[in-house]
T-cell receptor, first 110, second 112 residues
């Protein structure tokens, strides 16, 4: 069974569109995260959710909004996509200290 | 701001040799973790060392932490072709809930 899953794996879209990436974890973890990995492989935390409450929001444009319908899911909504949003987005979850990552969603904005 | 800086950025060695990667960070930490990322895949947790620990082993992995120098090293002994991947150090200042701050990573290539 996949511990942390994301859909879709690839997302190609036009500038200005709105898109969502879904994330689900079956590990029973309380905390979930979204990270962005740029073309140089640099990973940066975007959001974390603990028991459905947003804990941090690291200088991310408000076009990005995390939504958590329940403890097992943390979806990422992106409005008015820009070229600079092209990256790989990773969802992760943790129960204690180590984090478990999903396979990533490669977003390409044309 | 970026926390960790890995050194070297890329490393190519022969199978069977040992690989050493270094990481430096800037602020106080609760723990430091190392992750591996295979090409096109997600990150996999390798090992965690707490701020009050100096050395930790797990199989072929050995991690050291020097909080006075704000640095850590990851040693992979007896490397295998399957160890080819990018390796990232990540610092945790808040004990888990705040997310990790990653370095730029070291791309390790094991030549068969």
């Amino acid at each position: 069974d996949t511990a942390v899953s994301q859909t879709p794996k690839y997302l190609v879209t036009q500038m200005g569109n709105d898109k969502s990436i879904k994330c689900e974890q079956n590990l029973g973890h309380d905390t979930m995260y979204w990270y962005k990995q740029d073309s140089k492989k640099f990973l940066k935390i975007m959001f974390s959710y603990n028991n459905k409450e947003l804990i941090i929001n690291e200088t991310v444009p408000n076009r990005f909004s995390p939504k958590s319908p329940d403890k097992a899911h943390l979806n990422l909504h992106i409005n008015s996509l820009e070229l600079g949003d092209s990256a790989v987005y990773f969802c992760a979850s943790s129960g204690r200290l180590e984090q478990f990552f999903g396979p990533g969603t490669r977003l390409t904005v044309l | 701001s970026q926390q960790g800086e890995e050194d070297p950025q890329a490393l190519s060695i022969q199978e069977g040799e040992n690989a050493t990667m270094n990481c430096s960070y800037k602020t106080s930490i609760n723990n430091l973790q190392w992750y591996r990322q295979n090409s096109g895949r997600g990150l996999v947790h390798l090992i965690l060392i707490r701020s009050n620990e100096r050395e930790k082993h797990s199989g072929r992995l050995r991690v050291t932490l020097d909080t006075s120098k704000k640095s850590s090293s990851l040693l992979i002994t007896a490397s295998r072709a399957a160890d080819t991947a990018s390796y990232f150090c990540a610092t945790d200042a808040g004990g888990g809930a705040d997310g990790l701050t990653f370095g730029k990573g070291t791309h390790l290539i094991i030549q068969p």
